[in-house]
């Protein structure tokens, strides 16, 4: 059995056996390959292309969807071990994972961190709680990284290039008025300098570094892949020669938990915005970005709008990536 929580537990090859096979289904989606099988989708936060892509392509493959979103059609969970459960919380994570492990095949968690503790949070509790006591495989729809996303980037940005190696890579924070997950920028990394791309990182200033963990996993990937890592806070340079654009906001670890003060460091840097100008200054770089995006917040009509950016094609990938991936664990 072999869960599904982070690419950094997967080999380049067999990430890459399951965005050849998703290749496959794109073009003949109708296939049994679940067949009497039933995957539960727990959604502790809200979604869209989630939820549709995983319903829809488990449906294509003649597979089951449970979808339950405990405390509300389902009862609260608790995570916490050895707590007296006299408060809001209605069963705890070891009876949920095993019970439905006994219904089903698989089990899938959409649970957001609570912005409260990063030390705490960055532990990854829920999801790895249901890991810890499942007896089937345990798939991320995002907690704090997002592998599903980043199989559907790799997908699209091959099907634009083909071989990635040695391509130019810029991670770019965008400006956005609230203080969002790491989970899409710390996916980005490790999926970017894991397929051998020279990976660059641009940040307003240090204080929006993501966390060690993922900072240090991307160096070890491009070091194996003998390509380069870079942090950089200079907009023109960190543009400059790229081939690929990938956008995405989020809070400040520094201020993790403090979202007045997270909000009022952000509204410094709305000039991070993608614009024409800055891409310009690229390698005639394609752009993507995982969606939702606020159009001319984090990026202009006009880039969104571009023949170059390939965030719907990502997003469409989703369903793709995310079939051949619960075929190879199932």
């Known amino acids: ?59 294509e493959l003649s597979g089951t969807a449970v979808l339950l979103q405990p405390g509300k059609d389902a009862w609260s969970i608790e995570f916490e071990e050895n707590i007296v459960m006299d408060g809001e919380t209605e069963e705890h994570v070891k009876e949920v994972a095993q ?15 609570k912005f409260i503790n990063w030390n705490q949070e960055r532990g990854d509790s829920v999801i790895n709680s249901f890991a810890k006591y499942s007896t089937v495989p345990v798939v991320n729809m995002e907690t704090i990284e997002h592998p599903c996303q980043e199989l559907a980037h790799i997908l699209t940005m ?33 999926i970017a300098s894991k397929f051998g791309m020279n990976v660059k990182l641009l940040c307003p200033s240090e204080e929006y570094h993501l966390d060690d963990r993922y900072i240090n996993a991307a160096k070890e990937n491009c070091s194996l892949e003998n390509t380069d890592f870079e942090i950089s806070y200079d907009i023109k340079s960190a543009y400059s020669n790229a081939d690929i654009v990938y956008a995405k906001s989020w809070g400040s670890l520094s201020y ?74 199932l």
């Open 1 to 59: 059995m072999k869960n599904f929580i982070t690419t950094q537990n997967w080999s380049r090859s067999e990430l890459q056996d399951i965005i050849n096979f998703s290749i496959e289904l794109k073009k003949n989606p109708y296939q049994p390959l679940l067949k009497n099988k039933s995957v539960a989708l727990l959604f502790l936060n809200p979604s869209m292309r989630t939820k549709t892509s995983f319903e829809i392509g488990i449906s």
């Open 99 to 113: 019970v439905l492990s006994s219904y089903c095949d698989c089990i899938a968690i959409r649970a957001f961190p």
């Open 158 to 190: 091959q099907e634009h290039y083909g071989d990635l190696q040695g391509k130019n890579y810029l991670l770019t924070w965008t400006y956005h008025p609230k203080p969002l997950n790491t989970a899409v920028a710390n996916s980005s990394l490790l």
């Open 256 to 329: 993790y938990g403090k979202p007045d003060e997270q909000a009022s460091l952000n509204s410094k840097y709305k000039h991070f915005i993608v614009d024409e100008s800055k891409m310009s200054l690229t390698n005639n770089a394609v752009f993507s970005h995982c969606l939702p995006l606020r159009r001319n917040v984090k990026a202009t009509d006009e880039v969104m709008d571009a023949d170059y950016c390939l965030a719907v094609n990502e997003a469409a990938n989703r369903k793709h990536v995310q079939k051949s991936m619960l075929t190879k664990i």
